[in-house]
């Protein structure tokens, strides 16, 4: 039914004769060689993948995911969460304070993601020139690289109304007087629905999966799936070789295949966590101890607002209005700031993000139509008591370690409170803050005392992130940061960082277009190095 | 019930140590241990105690439907572990483990006899002591039974219209 009303355009570019290998489909070891291998298909790993094969190198892209597409995307959360994210989409901090989503398919984060697009802001910059050294950073310099790369991936106003879950931090906002925006988006013709974090099942959403992928296929490049890359071979100065676990159907365990992947130059675009696990695995140089440390998260916060009328925050486009008001009412180095959304609502990811069980959580998801979302993400990363948090190996594997500070306890406090009055404002009958032991309030006066008295404590605040960023610091000098402000990873010629793990601090914003921005640059600068010729311009 | 919920509680000290080691003393007895999670025996028994407490209010009253209802959502719970990787699969095998041990179940759970007879309300009782106690792996514990079970129900598109969800677009689901 799917596949005639909406053209996939992955079973076309098989069909067009795409070069594809499936880790799970090996029945013996393999070795691939190419120009370039760029390890993770999501936000940098498209991004560059697409600029240097249309500068005429041959690239390999190795995903740890399956290669899913319209075709698969049946916007069933029990589907969705194994088939797309990692671990589940149950990956949790170290301690399990912090519950995380990141994508693991081929499109990476991008494919799942909420389509949210902001430029990176302008204090955020300035913080990364004042204390990174990151001297070419500022809003003028990256314009022109924001500018292609929004074109590329038509990112654009949002032209329909928002959905009632987003008009009503709209509606809240105004009634106090607080200034609040709309949320561009990279779409394409989209349906209105609501599913973007299962996959777009109409491929309105302009993601790695439907943009750089395929031009990077349709220009030679090769497709690696269900391959978990695990080290680096290093000799002396270079990385002589990529070595990868392919894994079984499922993606769980390897299936004790090996692939060999040989180039001259690579790319680490595995997202924060994976790109420093991947580099502290691989033995890579660290001599200030920097690597995996200062990895961010915008530790987020949830309040769910019961409104008398339907509010169906599972329908419409998930994303569109926010206030950055929270983060400017602070300076950016003092009292933690906080960015406000909406998210979408579907029912295993609220009935999990509820807390309690028995009677009292069946009588508020009996009320799910009515319910409101709201999040207010925490911009870590700017003050000295928000270090952020350690990638550390555990059985092989990256965990990271965020410890949940008084700091961040106290945001955490004034955002649970925002929240609430902002859903009062918006006409909320009561509203719960997503904490194990708030109650249902019923009026900002009762709310107001009450959540101020709640213990900010690890696993009695319910913690989420969708923004994991750092881990491999980006800075003007090694003993600031692992990675040049080129991208290069310092003490190995031949290899590169590309993702979100190379931002010094959080972003204070939906990192999505920082990374393709910021990455489109990067690239284009590599391509260059590599050719000895301009570097393409990208384009829709 | 009481005077078990105390005991429970000040079983504190003791109750860490065997947490440190059940773990371990489960791995020991359980020899060689599968790499993937198996849900067996005492281990599904303890789940079929604990879905139903977590899901009380949203489990259908007659019996029949109540025990098959009670059934699929434990097979979605083994088919959720299934998919983690495998030293997450390893942790909640360890904490299986335990819950099938009987002097770690007492000790812990305050639930006395197997858990196929435990009473609801004991169920109950140990899952609200670990929501909000003062070890962190109890609390941890219980987060992911929470998760476990209240995403297992509210996956499946049964249960979707008793909370006013339409589901998906059909024409493209």
């Known amino acids: 039914m799917n596949q005639a009303i909406i053209p996939d355009p992955i079973l076309l570019g098989r069909a067009r004769g795409w070069h594809i290998v499936d880790g799970a489909g090996l029945d013996a070891d393999r070795s691939l060689e190419a120009d370039v291998v760029i390890v993770g298909s999501g936000a940098g790993g498209g991004v560059t993948a697409e600029i240097l094969a249309l500068a005429g190198l041959k690239v390999i892209i190795v995903e740890e995911g399956a290669l899913r597409s319209s075709s698969d995307f049946k916007m069933r959360e029990a589907d969705a969460y194994p088939g797309l994210y990692q671990e589940s989409a149950a990956r949790q901090t170290l301690d399990k304070g912090v519950k995380i989503l990141q994508g693991r398919t081929v499109g990476g984060s991008t494919t799942v993601n909420w389509t949210s697009s902001f430029r990176t802001p302008a204090p955020t910059l300035a913080v990364w020139r004042e204390r990174f050294g990151l001297a070419d950073y500022d809003s003028d310099t990256l314009a022109p690289w924001f500018d292609m790369m929004e074109a590329r991936l038509h990112v654009g106003d949002w032209q329909a109304a928002p959905n009632e879950n987003n008009g009503l931090l709209k509606r809240g906002l105004d009634k106090l007087g607080i200034p609040s925006g709309f949320i561009r988006r990279n779409v394409n013709g989209c349906w209105n629905l609501g599913y973007c974090g299962m996959g777009c099942p109409t491929n309105a959403k302009q993601s790695m999966l439907v943009t750089t992928i395929p031009s990077a296929l349709d220009h030679g490049a090769t497709l690696v799936t269900r391959a978990r890359a695990e080290r680096f071979v290093l000799r002396g100065e270079r990385v002589d070789e990529l070595l990868c676990s392919a894994l079984s159907d499922d993606g769980v365990a390897a299936n004790g295949h090996t692939l060999r992947l040989r ?9 924060a966590i994976n790109s420093p696990a991947l580099l502290m695995r691989s033995g890579a140089p660290d001599p200030h101890g920097l690597l995996g440390k200062r990895t961010f998260l915008h530790p987020t916060l949830i309040s769910a607002g019961i409104f008398p009328q339907r509010v169906d ?5 998930p994303q569109t209005v926010y206030s950055d008001h929270f983060l400017g009412t602070s300076p950016i180095d003092g009292a933690i700031g906080y960015k406000l959304e909406a998210p979408p609502l579907h029912p295993v990811l609220l009935s999990t993000t509820l807390n309690g069980f028995g009677q009292g959580h069946a009588e508020i998801m009996r009320q799910f139509p009515h319910i409101q979302g709201m999040l207010a993400l925490l911009r870590d990363g700017f003050h000295a008591q928000s270090a952020g948090g350690a990638v550390q190996l555990k059985d092989g594997a990256g965990v990271l370690d965020y410890p949940l500070n008084a700091f961040l306890w106290d945001g955490a406090r004034r955002a649970l409170l925002t929240m609430a009055e902002i859903q009062f404002a918006a006409g909320a009958s009561a509203v719960q803050p ?10 900002w006066r009762e709310a107001k005392r009450e959540i101020a008295a709640l213990p900010q404590q690890l696993h009695l605040t319910r913690v989420a992130s969708a ?4 881990g491999c610091t980006m800075a003007g000098d090694e003993q600031r940061g692992v990675v040049a402000p080129d991208g290069r990873y310092r003490g190995l010629a031949n290899l590169s960082v590309h993702d979100g793990s190379l931002f010094p601090t959080s972003v204070g914003a939906n990192p ?7 990455t489109a640059r ?3 600068g590599l391509a260059t190095a590599l050719t000895g010729k301009p570097a393409p311009r990208v384009s829709a | 019930m009481e005077t078990t919920r105390r005991s429970f509680l000040k079983a504190g000290a003791l ?5 440190a080691a059940g773990g371990g003393i489960y791995r020991a007895v359980h020899t060689p241990r599968p790499r993937r999670f198996v849900l067996d025996g005492e281990a599904r028994a303890a789940l079929g105690a604990i879905v139903p407490a977590m899901l009380a209010g949203a489990l259908p009253a007659d019996p029949g439907t109540r025990a098959r209802a009670i059934a699929t959502t434990i097979d979605g719970v083994h088919t959720a572990i299934s998919n983690l990787p495998l030293p997450v699969q390893k942790e909640v095998q360890d904490l299986f483990g335990l819950l099938a041990l009987a002097p770690a179940r007492r000790l812990l759970t305050g639930v006395s006899g197997g858990w196929a007879g435990a009473d609801p309300g004991e169920v109950s009782a140990f899952l609200q002591d670990w929501r909000l106690h003062r070890f962190a792996l109890l609390r941890t514990a219980y987060g992911a039974l929470h998760d476990l079970s209240l995403g297992a129900w509210y996956a499946q598109p049964a249960n979707w219209s008793a909370i006013g969800y339409p589901g998906p677009l059909k024409e493209l689901a």
Do not use: D, N, P, W
């Open chain 1, 313 to 317: 925050a599972y329908a419409g486009a």
């Open chain 1, 522 to 524: 990067l690239a284009s």
């Open chain 1, 467 to 470: 923004h994991v960023m750092g």
């Open chain 2, 15 to 19: 109750g860490a140590l065997v947490l």
């Open chain 1, 512 to 518: 999505q277009l920082s990374i393709y921005g910021i």
């Open chain 1, 263 to 271: 180039a001259k130059h690579f790319v680490v675009a595995g997202g």
């Open chain 1, 434 to 443: 997503a904490h194990e032991t708030a109650r249902r309030y019923t009026s």
